[in-house]
């Protein structure tokens, strides 16, 4: 029987892929489950098998537990301390010991509960292989064999025991898929769990289109193109932007490649998804026209602070520039990272020379100049009071109109309406005095109190009925003291309802 030991181990191990540690432990555990079975009783049994004969000694295990317990809840496999430690001074509560037991016959049981047992540890051991395998390939590109389809979603055969799984969510829309056919995915996510896929597939990753073009252009490989960003409506329309490391490489015609011939295998593989070529700018404005393609921009504003870039172009050239459904615009906005705002050139004319009227009549009112001044300053690129006060004094003297004088008056002029704002703010925080009941409640100091009704929170009744987030606006405040507030001006609201509810348990 201990030859027979050996020779599953070896077997197994040889058609699993399976290290033969784990089939050693796996037979240890379905022998000590047997041990277990056969005794009738709550007992812990250990089993050793000889890795290099076959022999295996069986063993009956106590847990050492500590002598305060007053029962002891599993007398089969738990022992108290203090007589434990008799015969060895060295255990401690927690530890184990053991005697021999008599073994059972590894023949008998074979059939059952060792096959069970090593059915088991073999799918964890192939399992756990599959995740060291694939852990550190996040984010390459696998190719596989539809194994089935499923409503979830399509499992696929990688090869050596592992299978992934494409959701429907990440499955090209519309594409037919068949047991059989051979996909390329990228590959999200690795996760262990003991039972479903555990490798986890997108066939609609931008990141896809980018390793596509990886493998037909060896340009890219070899560090003389780089593809900067892609962004896909998954099975319609795809755009990536390159650019050339090596100025003689024409990044786009690479990409390309003779007749279509590369682009048009990357779009094969993806469902036939039709896939532009940006040439990448680090001008953001310059990169935004070239992604708009085939549309060509007639002009382009860029609003830094909010990430927003308005993008004008010909009536003619409007539908095409949107795209069907918005298409266009919004695979240039993901590509380039920038927020795009597309309209005719009518359209863009009108809402800046509105702006710019806005402006100006803002200038002359505030500054008291007149309008071909104010103009000029639009024109310019002046946008508010601060600008013209803080601007520093070359960028003014550089514009061709405005002599030295006439730079100092504005900026003075500007200062003094910044200064006169901050007054007239302070008066009007000083003029809304709190209420008595506001500043005499418990935790409320005269600052706060004074810095509540500078925003329309006069009294405790005001102050109940606001909601902690509303006094986390107030710099310094916390969740906890704003709540406290609030509950310390709702106690009469408390003790109004107790008022109520007594009386009409006295009607009653």
């Known amino acids: 029987m201990n030859k027979e030991i050996l020779m599953v181990v070896d077997v197994v191990s040889n058609e699993k892929g399976v290290g033969k540690e784990i089939i050693f432990e796996a037979i240890e555990a379905a022998l000590a489950s047997a041990t277990k079975k056969r005794h009738r009783e709550d007992i812990e049994v250990r089993v050793a098998i000889d890795r290099n004969t076959g022999d295996y000694d069986t063993f009956r295990q106590w847990e050492i537990v500590e002598d305060e317990l007053e029962i002891v809840e599993f007398p089969d496999h738990q022992i108290r301390f203090s007589d434990a430690s008799e015969d060895n001074k060295a255990i401690k509560v927690g530890d184990f010991i053991e005697e021999p037991m008599d073994s059972v016959e590894f023949g008998r049981i074979a059939a059952q509960t060792a096959k069970q047992v090593i059915v ?147 779009s094969n593989e993806l469902g036939g998804e039709r896939v532009d070529i940006i040439l990448w700018d680090d001008n953001p404005a310059q990169f935004v026209i070239n992604a708009m393609a085939p549309a060509e921009v007639a002009s382009i504003l860029v609003d830094e602070d909010s990430n927003i870039m308005e993008v004008a172009v010909d009536e003619e050239n409007l539908s095409q520039a949107i795209g069907r459904g918005g298409q266009n615009v919004r695979l240039a906005s993901e590509l380039s990272g920038w927020i795009l705002n597309v309209m005719s050139v009518q359209q863009a004319d009108e809402k800046s020379e509105k702006e710019s009227q806005v402006l100006s009549e803002m ?124 509950m310390t001006a709702r106690i009469p609201w408390f003790e109004a309802e107790d008022e109520k509810n007594a009386g009409s348990a006295t009607d009653v």
């Not at 007149?370 to 514009?399: C, H, K, R, T």
């Not at 009941?437 to 109190?449: E, H, K, P, R, T």
């Open 120 to 266: 088991q540890k073999v799918r964890e051991a192939e399992r756990n292989q599959v995740v060291e395998a694939y852990q550190d390939r996040v984010g390459e590109m696998v190719g596989g064999i539809v194994k089935r389809v499923e409503r979830s979603g399509v499992i696929v055969d990688l090869g050596s025991n592992a299978e992934a799984l494409i959701s429907r969510e990440e499955m090209i829309p519309r594409e037919a898929v068949r047991p059989g056919d051979r996909l390329r995915a990228y590959l999200k996510d690795v996760r262990s769990e003991p039972r479903g896929p555990q490798l986890f597939l997108s066939r609609t990753a931008p990141e896809l289109l980018i390793e596509l073009f990886k493998i037909e252009v060896p340009e890219i490989n070899e560090g003389m193109i780089e593809i900067i960003s892609g962004a896909r409506d998954p099975g319609s329309r795809a755009k990536i932007a390159v650019k050339a490391n090596d100025p003689r490489i024409d990044p786009i015609g690479a990409c390309v490649g003779m007749r279509g011939s590369r682009v048009q295998a990357v």
């Open 363 to 486: 200038f002359k009112d505030h500054l008291g100049v007149d309008e071909e001044v104010a103009n000029i300053l639009v024109q310019e690129g002046f946008s508010s009071i601060e600008e013209v006060a803080y601007v520093p004094d070359n960028e003014m003297l550089g514009i061709e109109e405005f002599d030295e004088s006439l730079v100092k008056e504005i900026r003075d002029r500007a200062r003094d309406v910044i200064l006169t704002r901050a007054i007239v703010s302070e008066e009007k925080l000083m003029d809304t005095q709190p209420a008595e009941d506001l500043l005499s409640l418990d935790g409320m100091s005269d600052a706060l109190a004074y810095e509540l009704a500078g925003k329309g929170i006069i009294t405790a009744e005001d102050l109940a009925e606001q909601a902690v987030d509303d006094l986390l606006e107030i710099e310094g405040m916390d969740e906890e003291t704003a709540g406290k507030l609030i």
